[in-house]
């Protein structure tokens, strides 16, 4: 009998409190800031290239295994304008397949790939979520410019000549 009560009671309660779910494509809730969503590649705006140097590294440490990436030899590098010698040629995600870990992030070792806040990038097409490079760049100058991105570890380009020759004092 009291459990009976205590159970209409319970719902007298939940019937006069405000819904906590949204009616979703006229409603949206908030996104928490420390939300991950889709990777994307950055940008070297001092130099004119991708940070990306196509080292396989993030693709090996895929657990899906949704990435892959070629990678050239770098033009600029041999003009003495960049310090890498290698650059990406062609990166492809298939963002149907990727789980939004985050280990290519972490793994990353030239801060070339970042997580977005971009959370739908829902279409009507099977496999119309694979981005190639062309796109990952777009989506990264961009957050680059939202956000005020910096790398971890700023990189200075390559120098040629006598001052490269200059023996470097170690710290003791």
Sequence with gaps: MFGNLKGLLMTFKTTLRKPVTAQYPKERLPIEPRRMGFPMLMWDKNVGEPYCTACMVCIRECPTQCMSANMKDNPLQAEGKSARRKIVESFEINIGRCILCGICVD??????????????????????????????????????????????????PAKRGPE?????????
């Design 107 to 156: 793994v990353c070792n030239f801060d070339a790939i970042e997580m977005s806040y971009e959370t739908e990038l829902s279409t009507f097409v099977r496999n119309g979520r694979r981005m190639d490079l062309r796109e990952l760049l777009e989506r990264g100058t961009g957050w680059q410019e939202q956000s005020g991105w910096k790398p971890k570890k700023e990189r200075q």
């Design 164 to 172: 490269a020759e200059a023996k470097v004092e170690e710290p003791t």
